[in-house]
């Protein structure tokens, strides 16, 4: 662990020039294509680590394989996730919740402060390491899903959370209604039309009992499922070969969903919202916020 260098990323973001910050690279295409255009790194390595206050701190550019890995030596993890070789900061910023976000929470609640360089090259910070010490608008939800169009983010403090200490995947031809009725709080809940497929998670002798529940109605052990690799907002049919996230209002598709699926006034909003931030669009230019469904 050591102190990472923000004066060397703002320095290499500058002042006026058309820049993007880029990762792993996993994925690159979400939101549109920043072909041609100068992209940097972020810093990467773990800064701090407080497991009795449970929060991180860590560069940007520092994949997620690595903070997991180094989070589940003190039995603690972040609710972040990604293809293999996906960084922090690429999480983030596309803003897509972890499957699991029925025991994990929403991503925009895992940032605590994120330390940026903004459209006019200087830094500054959002948030705060504690959530008390937070005034103001909470700049951090903002951020997260904004595809680094309203600033680019170079360190952040995380909130971590406890491993479970044992889970369970579960499948049967029941309805999703059936699942949930019995169960507390489940992690992920999956429809593909036919079947549901749950992960429930926790205390060893509670998860025990919920799938002895789930047993009861018909269900029985089955492997962490294999989703498609697109995603989409639900509109109320589920299309093809798609599996609903219950709950969380997200489709998993083999086809890449059609850009713009939002209101004209939703996107009027987010259009004010990067007028204040980058007025000039000199980051990630060639993103669209717009075109990622959480």
């Known amino acids: 662990m050591g102190v990472i260098d923000l004066t060397a990323f703002r320095n290499d973001v500058g002042?006026?020039?058309?820049?993007?910050?880029?990762?792993?690279?996993?994925?690159?295409?979400?939101?549109?294509?920043?072909?041609?255009?100068?992209?940097?790194?972020?810093?990467?390595?773990?800064?701090?680590?407080?497991?009795?206050?449970?929060?991180?701190?860590?560069?940007?550019?520092?994949?997620?394989?690595?903070?997991?890995?180094?989070?589940?030596?003190?039995?603690?993890?972040?609710?972040?996730?990604?293809?293999?070789?996906?960084?922090?900061?690429?999480a983030l910023m596309i803003g897509r919740s972890s499957l699991r976000r029925g025991r994990l929470g929403e991503l925009t609640d895992v940032l605590l402060q994120a330390d940026c360089v903004g459209a006019d090259g200087a830094l500054f910070t959002a948030g705060g390491p504690t959530v008390k010490n937070v005034t103001g608008y909470d700049l951090c939800r903002l951020l997260v899903g904004s595809l680094g169009t309203l600033a680019l983010v170079g360190r952040v403090i995380l909130r971590t959370r406890p491993l479970p200490e044992a889970f369970a995947w579960m499948s049967g031809a029941v309805s999703t209604g059936e699942v949930v009725d019995v169960l507390y709080r489940p992690a992920t809940v999956l429809w593909d039309g036919v079947e549901t497929t749950v992960r429930v998670e926790g205390n060893g002798q509670d998860v025990d009992e919920e799938v002895g529940r789930l047993q009861a109605i018909g269900m029985a052990p089955t492997?962490?499922?294999?989703?498609?690799?697109?995603?989409?907002?639900?509109?109320?049919?589920?299309?093809?070969?798609?599996?609903?996230?219950?709950?969380?209002?997200?489709?998993?598709?083999?086809?890449?969903?059609?850009?713009?699926?939002?209101?004209?006034?939703?996107?009027?909003?987010?259009?004010?919202?990067?007028?204040?931030?980058?007025?000039?669009?000199?980051?990630?230019?060639?993103?669209?916020?717009?075109?990622?469904?959480?």
């Open 15 to 90: 002042e006026s020039d058309p820049v993007c910050v880029r990762g792993g690279g996993t994925r690159w295409e979400v939101g549109g294509d920043d072909a041609g255009v100068r992209s940097v790194t972020a810093p990467s390595g773990i800064e701090a680590f407080e497991p009795a206050e449970m929060t991180v701190t860590v560069g940007a550019g520092t994949t997620v394989a690595t903070l997991s890995a180094a989070l589940a030596e003190d039995g603690q993890e972040v609710a972040i996730d990604g293809p293999h070789g996906s960084t922090v900061g690429g």
């Open 223 to 294: 492997g962490e499922p294999v989703l498609p690799a697109e995603w989409d907002r639900w509109t109320g049919v589920l299309p093809p070969g798609g599996v609903l996230e219950v709950g969380a209002g997200v489709v998993h598709q083999s086809d890449r969903p059609e850009s713009g699926n939002v209101s004209v006034g939703v996107r009027a909003l987010g259009e004010r919202v990067r007028d204040s931030f980058d007025p000039t669009r000199r980051l990630n230019p060639g993103r669209d916020p717009h075109r990622v469904s959480a």
